[in-house]
């Protein structure tokens, strides 16, 4: 079975630091296209940065020159540093694993993970 597990979230001031890991138990995991969404309340779930198999990344304009996203295939993991954080960055932020299986795309979630920035 499929899990992505997600690590790093907590309280941080704003201008502060995180950063978030995720791991994932998938075969063939740099096959797959990475992912990170957040979600605050009352919203949507929204792409933050993902980054491909092949390693290209792209960043949502809110997050463009704090966030990195970076992945080691070596530990099925996928990293999101985040730097100066603003009160609304605050958000449970998800990892999200993709690969196109033929016509149908595998696709998986983590629980998830609060990010509080708050002073």
């Known amino acids: 079975q499929v899990q992505l597990v997600e690590s790093g979230g907590g309280l941080v001031q704003p201008g502060g630091s995180l950063k978030l890991s995720c791991t994932a138990s998938?075969?063939?995991?740099?096959?797959?296209?990475m992912g990170w969404y957040r979600q605050a309340p009352g919203t949507q779930r929204e792409l933050v940065a993902g980054?491909?198999?092949?390693?290209?990344?792209n960043y949502a304009d809110s997050v463009k020159g704090r966030f990195t996203i970076s992945r080691n295939n070596a530990k099925n993991t996928v990293y999101l540093q985040m730097n100066n954080l603003k009160p609304e960055d605050t958000a449970v932020y998800y990892c999200?694993?993709?690969?196109?299986?033929?016509?149908?795309?595998?696709?998986?979630w983590g629980q998830g993970t609060q990010v509080t920035v708050s002073s």
């Open positions: 998938i075969n063939l995991f740099a096959y797959y296209d």
């Open positions: 980054i491909t198999a092949e390693d290209s990344t």
């Open positions: 999200n694993a993709k690969s196109l299986r033929g016509i149908q795309w595998d696709v998986h």
